[in-house]
């Protein structure tokens, strides 16, 4: 399962990744390998007794995340908009020996997403971890992007970030484990990602951070940690067409 994670996720954004979720470990070098992780942090039990929340957990790296998670003693919950990829996800954690629940929701949706923070809660008594992996995206020149193109990614990749963010705020900050928030975004926000505009104005370090500020995260009276991290390309062109998908 780690293989799986270390095809989507580079070293250095996974390693950050499970810093946030796991305080108690010092890693501060960028180009320390994972090799030299697996005995310190990859312990069975790393996460047991903490609830974690992967939007988008049915598919790709939402999945490959929510089975290492579960590999580790977490509960799992995968949320995402098609019921038969919900269904398939959570009963493979299960048939792996795993805690997994299926929601079916739509991170556009706030209501929606707050029904299905309440129902973890009440199935699981909690949330540890939110990972806001949700995304949507498609290919097209910017000088022929409709309106309504670009609201619907960006209602997807960084309106559905806030509401996540927003709606499990509380049970994070009520978290004996300290709530933790991890946000996939991408490295092209920076130098800009060519017929994939909204994605990359979306998913950028500062829209994210700016989402995780204003939903109250990181702010001195409530105790909850967030950190961001994004996929390797290098690993990712090998999966998928670049010029379908865009190129990270």
Known sequence: MLLLLL??????????MVCALHSDVGITHS???????NSSIFTPAMLAGRTAFITGGGTGIGLGIAQMFSRLGARVVI???KQDVVI?????????GGEALGIVMDVRDYDA?????????????????LINNAAGNFACPTEELSS??????????????????????????????VGRIVSIITAYAWGGWPECAPAAAAKSWHSIADT???????????S????RARPDCRYRRHAQNSRRHGPC
Do not use: Q
Request: aromatic share 10%.
């Open 212 to 222: 995780h500020s204003r939903a109250g995260v990181g702010s001195e009276e409530h």
């Open 7 to 16: 095809h989507f996720l580079n070293a250095d954004g996974f390693a950050r």
């Open 148 to 177: 309504n193109g670009w609201k619907t990614v960006v209602d997807i990749d960084l309106n559905g970030t806030f509401h996540c963010c927003r709606a499990a705020f509380p049970y994070l900050s009520a978290s004996p484990h």
């Open 224 to 227: 909850v940690k967030y950190g």
């Open 79 to 81: 949320a995402s908009r």
């Open 113 to 129: 997403v707050a029904a299905a923070m309440a129902k973890t809660v009440e199935h699981w008594g909690g949330i540890d971890i």
């Open 88 to 96: 398939a996800a959570a009963e493979g954690l299960k048939s792996a």
């Open 31 to 37: 180009e320390t390998s994972m090799s030299e992780f």
